[in-house]
């Protein structure tokens, strides 16, 4: 009798450890499955949807590398929060208020024609964004920076002209023929809060 009951636990345990080696197929979870690749959220995403466009693209230049630079850096980190207003239409309109990180910022945004009242742009885009810090024992500190830039939005958002500032750079530029001519003057550092 103790025979039988060694052998039925025997078998007990191989059938248990085979068992824990079975892959049951998936079935209906309430996980949600992605084919595609995922990113967070930015700002770029908001202007590209906004405009119906691909990218942003900038004249060749100096001051528009520049330009660019300070563009992609902001926009393309994984936004935070976000609040505005925004109309449809052909001729639309959008304000935005958005937090990044330890940037806090404003982008307005326009396209139509009759809105920038400009035969060379159907499209602004206007952002004003600051950065704060707050080092002990010192009190917080914020500088900023401004960029305003218009253009065409017919697949790409084609800038042909714009202005950007930091606290110790204006800049503005046109483009002839996809070149930017630049005009800069630095000044002693304005507009930083402490």
Same mark, same amino acid.
């Given at each position: 009798?103790?025979?039988?009951?060694?052998?039925?636990?025997?078998?007990?345990?191989?059938?248990?450890?085979?068992?824990?080696?079975?892959?049951?197929?998936?079935?209906?979870?309430?996980?949600?499955?992605?084919?595609?690749?995922?990113?967070?959220?930015?700002?770029?995403?908001? #202007?590209?949807?906004?405009?119906?466009?691909?990218?942003?693209?900038?004249?060749?230049?100096?001051?528009?590398?520049?330009?660019?630079?300070?563009?992609?850096?902001?926009?393309?980190?994984?936004?935070?929060?976000?609040?505005?207003?925004?109309?449809?239409?052909?001729?639309?309109?959008?304000?935005?208020?958005?937090?990044?990180?330890?940037?806090?910022?404003?982008?307005?945004? #326009?396209?139509?024609?009759?809105?920038?009242?400009?035969?060379?742009?159907?499209?602004?885009?206007?952002?004003?964004?600051?950065?704060?810090?707050?080092?002990?024992?010192?009190?917080?500190?914020?500088?900023?920076?401004?960029?305003?830039?218009?253009?065409?939005?017919?697949?790409?958002?084609?800038?042909?002209?714009?202005?950007?500032?930091?606290?110790?750079?204006?800049?503005?530029?046109?483009? #002839?023929?996809?070149?930017?001519?630049?005009?800069?003057?630095?000044?002693?550092?304005?507009?930083?809060?402490?």
């Amino acid at each position: 009798m103790k025979y039988e009951y060694l052998v039925i636990a025997t078998a007990g345990i191989i059938i248990f450890l085979l068992a824990l080696n079975i892959k049951i197929p998936g079935g209906l979870t309430g996980a949600a499955t992605i084919d595609e690749e995922t990113h967070a959220y930015t700002l770029h995403n908001i #202007v590209q949807n906004f405009y119906g466009i691909y990218d942003i693209q900038f004249p060749k230049g100096t001051c528009t590398q520049i330009a660019e630079q300070l563009y992609l850096d902001l926009a393309m980190q994984p936004m935070t929060v976000t609040s505005g207003y925004d109309t449809n239409g052909n001729e639309r309109v959008a304000t935005l208020t958005f937090g990044i990180d330890r940037h806090i910022g404003i982008a307005d945004m #326009v396209k139509g024609r009759s809105l920038t009242n400009d035969p060379e742009s159907d499209s602004m885009l206007a952002i004003h964004t600051e950065t704060v810090v707050r080092i002990p024992p010192d009190p917080v500190r914020m500088t900023f920076y401004n960029m305003e830039l218009h253009g065409t939005t017919t697949g790409n958002f084609i800038v042909n002209r714009g202005s950007f500032s930091t606290p110790t750079l204006d800049c503005s530029f046109i483009s #002839v023929r996809g070149i930017a001519q630049c005009q800069c003057e630095t000044h002693p550092q304005q507009g930083i809060q402490e």
